[in-house]
């Protein structure tokens, strides 16, 4: 089994990668992280900066989780990149992090877990920070 989260270092996905987390040594499944940038923007916030990678990636270590730690840069939306490795991966679940938005902002700037809701092929958990 193969779980893949969408990671960005924020409280939602800070809470996106616990609950994966807890998911993957439940069921004794890989874990796949994946953070890019918003459509190319590799400077934003979203991106993590290699020591986030690296922290992230000793935390899972050090828990035993079978994983492997993506950033990508092929200049995808965020929501296309998750949905993307999902299907690359044939995963079982994919964990996002969502935060609360106004209608306004949902209309003006789309949603990524909105996309990955609607889109995905597998089971979808949703959490909030």
Avoid at 29 to 51: E, I, K, T, W
Avoid at 53 to 73: C, M, N, P, S, Y
Wanted: aromatic share 2%; charged share 20%.
């Amino acid at each position: 089994m193969t779980i893949v989260v969408g990671y960005i270092p924020s409280p939602p996905g800070l809470a996106a990668v616990d609950a994966a987390i807890e998911e993957a040594q439940r069921r004794g499944s890989r874990l796949v992280v994946v953070n890019s940038g918003v459509m190319g923007d590799y400077s934003g916030p979203s991106f993590a900066d290699p020591q986030d990678l690296d922290a992230l990636d000793a935390q899972l270590t050090e828990k035993g989780i079978d994983h492997e730690v993506r950033q990508t840069t092929r200049g995808l939306a965020p929501a296309e990149e998750i949905l993307s490795v999902a299907a690359e991966v044939d995963a079982d679940l994919i964990v996002i992090g969502v935060r609360r938005r106004s209608p306004l902002g949902k209309l003006v700037t789309g949603s990524t877990a909105q996309q990955v809701l609607l889109d995905a092929t597998c089971a979808v958990l949703a959490v909030k920070a």
